[in-house]
């Protein structure tokens, strides 16, 4: 009996899972064929998953759209990559000082504070996206790079530090007392000790950060006005859209912007899972 409720058991878990999948497979699935189809191809049929005849027209031609319009995908691409990039250095060096120091050293209030930081987690950028605005500008950062960047580090901050403490907390005691013995400043043995060991930590802080800044739109749409300051996800909104949409052309940009998040998540895949694990059991 309980053999038949186990077999039935794991089959509606195979059938959800399946249909999990396949909602999330089916929308990428969707914008590749629209990328590669002709474009009297793209109304052809809703249901046509897989183009009738492959082609590549729709790359060039949304590229020599886009910046007949006064838009460049390369500029956008560096723009994205620049404040991505540096808000995830920038957070990583913030949250492995404060996750080693929340792991390691004990100081009054040390939990009240560490709880305090993982509340910034329940914050949605949309509820201070006024405040922010009016800070940058008062700071002089509208329209620079720095005007994301920061935002962008306060952000991620909390979910980085909760997985950095996190592994940090399996670091052995003893190996730092050693090196504490032997003359290491606390800094060395951050460098040294900790950091090595922490790789999974940090490529999972890495692809969550990635992912969360190169998609991110509030903030960079107000932030940053001018043409050549525009990242990707602003810039495929005002680049398609006013009268129609072409949605092979549109497809094709989305697609190309796809590549450095798979290039990133194919990078630090190895370490994604025995990060988030460490991040979320041993805190």
Known sequence: MKTKKNIIARLFKSIFLAIVLISIIFPLLWMFSLAFRKTGETSLSRFLIFPVNVETGNFTAAIENTMARGYSIPVMFKNSLIITIGSIVITIIIASIAGYAFAKFKFRGRSSIFYSILMGMM????????????????????????????????????????????????????????????????????????????????????????????????????????????????????????????????????????IPVIIVYGIFQNWFIKGLTAGSIKG
């Not at 999974?200 to 932030?223: D, G, K, S, Y």
């Open 123 to 258: 914050i949605p950028g949309q509820a201070v996206l006024i405040p922010i605005f009016i800070l940058t500008k008062y700071m002089g950062l509208i329209n620079t790079y720095f005007s994301l960047i920061l935002p962008y580090v306060a952000f991620g901050l909390p979910i980085s530090i909760f997985i950095m403490r996190g592994f940090f907390i399996g670091v052995s005691n003893s190996m730092i007392e050693a090196a504490r013995i032997d003359g290491a400043t606390e800094f060395g043995i951050l460098l040294r000790i900790a950091l090595p060991v922490a790789k999974p930590a940090i490529a999972t802080c890495v692809i969550f950060l990635f992912l969360q800044n190169w998609n991110e739109f509030m903030l960079a749409l107000v932030l940053l006005l001018k043409k050549h300051l525009l990242t990707i996800p602003v810039g495929l909104t005002k680049t398609f859209g006013e009268y129609i949409t072409p949605w092979g052309e549109y497809s094709a940009l989305v697609f190309i912007t796809l």
